[in-house]
């Protein structure tokens, strides 16, 4: 008893000497007492002294490391320590006994870790003269700092040396998956470009996915090099652990024919392998260009496995999208004076006229909106329901007003052409060629054996009639979308070439040309089909003296270029030398005289075209660097320039007195300059068009060019806003959008109204309804914005609220390039004069569109590839990237549902039944469900066997 209560003297007398102090700070000053005693125990032994006392003092040294916490903080130990690293190193250098230095070489591996920032390679130098085990000792805030170290080493280390290193981060990777920090392991990785080293580390499916998911998002933020690596990474470990599907995304990102063949190839479940040929077909890849590929691909599959060739076809399109739209009760056709009248019952007006009824503009702009309307339903009340309503257009109006059925009709290759055929009979010219075009039309993504399309139109291609010209080439051109099919190409391109060759000036314009070069780039889009490429160029310099950039014509022939070179960076630098090569080098001329004028315009056109080959070929790829290139130039023209706001006040004022005049005038004035930095802002758009945050960034950036830009600036920045947000209406975007639609400038106003409409494109968005209604009734007399207004209204209810013209589908780097190549085509007739290029000219260009169109549901189908109804759970989604837990939830605000079910832009679905499994990890589109064996149907197949 007397013991204790000594101690507890003590133990009053302490308390009352360190009044003033925390408790922390006492315990921090013993701690600091003991380990000087101990390093001076260290220090005066030397080398003579025995072993066992050396041993002892570190191993207590050892052991308040050992019960070190505090991740948030820099524990206790580690900060007396650190006050001792020099003597601990001289320590270190004195002794002789190697268990004695390799203990000390831990801790002072261990202290370095304290500040590795100020003092780099001293943490692995040490690690490698200690035990080489103190990764899983000395935990996580060890380990991350002894990794910093290691990437520093390896960067500024020889490859001989480099090899040392391995082992080390082979056992920093695996510490780093055992503690659930995936993220943490393949930074590492991709740091020292050791990426292959996962396929010896993760042998989980689960985890599989979740570092494969991370490293699809890092390959756009790294340079093209170093991305194909991380996607080859990827793509190894999926095929290791037999992901075929998530496989399949991966090569369709990386922009592979014959990877995507190997991996069908590889896949030994048919079931898998029907759930492949449906992704395929939903992306419009096709292997009619290849032979190689096709044969290979038609070796593998069986002849009596229809299924599958229906599914890479694409033929069971139209008839699922027609029995989802008799689910949803939307089989009915709508007249597009229901919608308008609607709209102003809704508000209680007067019912106005619906257009004027002689204005060829607003039947054609009435006609547009009635085939986005009822687009894929095959009925509607104005174009199939006789020829009446055809015979109110008038010239080439008549014959897009005809190729509209093409889009009433869309997929539907049994019915839809029939319905066209009795067209392809009529005397008027306009209308044989609108029903060529509607032809086309309808076979857009849709493959087949026979190629109805082609030998229906190829005959077309040299006919006397203008319009029977376009027709057939336009027709072509839709229905073989990215094929790259070589005698269509070669079809077209041959009467260019002869047109080109010909003495006969005048007749030499007569053909459609730029029509026929933006054919043949649609045709091979992102193919980079030197060919192509190699004759529009031809074209161009036996041209040159006639060519204007200012000219829709000639930058046409640059825009199929560019569509041909779409996600070809490894292509860009060959093309980039092919373009100085003819444009940027100096040529001989017939006349001295025009030497310059020459020269200057070959420059022009060398610019623009270099120009829109690399904004094609980075596309949605995020490239910060490319983005701030194409912005540089427009800041430094445009925007600091005190004359912007006095000139932009002067244009309004012209607009206001004469628009009709002011048009011509502009167009006759702009300069290639001018030219260029609207192409750059287009380019800014496509670039960030794949990812959320870049376009976010991107869209402040856009608002900045409207308050301060030119006319033309902002003309073009209206198309770019448009793009980067096809089919998602955000109410920011949208407003902006709507304030533009009142501007005093016509190309400006117009071009706010379209962009209103693609980005609420088959949305129904009720307000947006409201602002076209009330534009409507703003806008009766003029004639141009009316059109406009009725394309918007159309878009907006764009097949009843079932299709979408939205790009991205899986995840958002995974995009459609058939979507954009044919957005891009139309879109590049408008940034700089709507409505002499589109409106009144080429107003059939608008329907290119439809290789952009696409439903929006999600349809389950059993193994035999019929339809079923599966209850899925259906919310926004969220990313789940770097997210802690092995299956985190991707949507939230979900509610339950039966399939079929639409899913709008940023929404996702899940199973909401466990019964079934999913085929494809992405439920989009079509998806193959199977069902799950339960222990009963594993019991019966024990017995049958």
Sequence with gaps: MSTVTTNNNDNKNTTNFMVGKKPNESSFQDLKLEITVLIKLLSASGNDDNENDDLETLAKISRHIDTATGFASIPDILKVLMLFENELKRIYENKRNDCVKKILADIISYTCSGHSSEIKGQIVKYY????????????????????????????????????????????????????????????????????????????????????????????????????????????????????????????????????IVRIFLLCPDLLIRRQMALILARHNISFIDDDEFSSRLRNSIADDDQPLLDALSNHRLSQEFLLVAKQLDLLQPKAPHDIVHKDLNRRNRKKQPMLPTYNQQSVLGTSFMNCFINAAFGTDKLVLTGTDWIGRH??????????????????????????????????????????????????????????????????YIMNRSQSIRIGSIAGLAMAYLGTNHGEVIKSILDPMMANNSSSDRNQQWQHPLELSAIACGLIAHSTGNMLIINRLIEIMDKNIDKMKLADSSTRDLIHAIGLV???????????????????????????????????????????????CVQICAYIGSSNILKIQSFTSPIITDELTKKKDESNDEKCKKENEKNDKNNRKNDAATITDNELIQMLSIIGIG?????????????????????????????????????????????????????????????????????????????????????????????????????????????????????????????????????????????????????????????????????????????????????????????GQSMDTIGVAGWKPRAITAFGTFTTPVLLNRNERAELATDLFRPLSSHLEGFVLVEKKKTNDDHNNDENKH
């Design 565 to 611: 070179a779409m996600f070809r960076r490894k292509d860009l630098p060959t093309l980039i030398d092919l373009i100085n090569q003819r444009f940027n080098t100096p040529q001989r001329e017939a006349s001295t005289t025009s030497i310059s004028t020459t020269t200057s315009t070959r420059s022009s056109l060398g610019k623009y075209l270099s120009l």
């Design 394 to 459: 008038k010239d080439l109006c008549r014959m897009t007003a005809t190729a509209t059925m093409g889009l009433l009709c869309l997929w539907d290759m049994q019915n839809g052409l029939l319905k066209i055929d009795r067209f392809l009979r009529f005397r008027d010219e306009n209308i044989k060629a609108g029903a060529l075009m509607a032809f086309g039309l309808i076979n857009t993504t849709i493959k087949s054996d026979y190629e109805p399309a082609y030998l229906l139109l190829k005959n």
């Design 686 to 874: 496509l670039v960030s068009i794949s990812d959320q945050l870049n376009s976010e960034m991107v869209f402040q950036t856009f608002i900045r060019f409207l308050k301060l830009g030119s006319v033309r600036i902002k003309s073009s920045v209206l198309i770019a806003i448009a793009l980067t947000n096809l089919s998602d209406p955000k109410m920011n975007v949208i407003e902006l959008l709507h304030k533009y639609c009142h501007f005093t400038d016509e190309n400006v106003a117009i071009n706010a109204i379209l962009a209103l409409g693609f980005v609420c494109a088959g949305t129904n968005h009720s307000r947006v309804s409201r602002m076209l209604t009330e534009l409507d009734a703003f806008n009766r007399d003029k004639v141009n914005r009316l059109f406009a207004i009725k394309v918007a209204q159309g878009l907006l209810y764009m097949g009843k609220g079932v299709l979408t013209l939205s790009p991205q589908m899986e995840t958002p780097q995974l995009l459609r390039q058939s979507s954009l190549a044919s957005i891009m085509s139309f879109m590049f007739r408008l940034f700089v004069d709507p409505v002499n290029d589109l409106i009144q000219r080429h107003h059939y260009y608008l329907l290119f569109i439809a290789g952009s169109i696409r439903p929006k549901f999600l349809v389950t189908l059993d193994t035999k590839m019929n339809s079923i109804a599966i209850p899925v759970r259906v």
């Design 128 to 259: 490698m003269l200690g035990s080489k085990n103190l990764i899983s000792q000395y935990g996580m805030s060890y380990v991350r700092n002894l990794v910093k170290d290691v990437v520093e080493i390896w960067k500024n280390s020889p490859k001989d040396n480099k090899q040392t290193l391995l082992k080390l981060i082979h056992e920093c990777s695996i510490y780093f998956i055992r503690q659930n920090s995936e993220i943490e392991a393949c930074d590492l990785l991709i740091e020292v470009e050791q990426l292959p080293m996962l396929e010896t580390i993760i042998h989980d499916e689960d985890l599989c996915e979740k570092v494969c998911q991370y490293l699809i998002v890092s390959s756009l933020y790294v340079d093209e090099t170093e991305s194909q690596n991380i996607l080859y990474t990827s793509l190894s470990l999926y095929l290791d652990h037999k992901l075929y599907t998530e496989a399949l995304f991966v090569a369709i990102q990386m922009q592979s024919k014959e990877i």
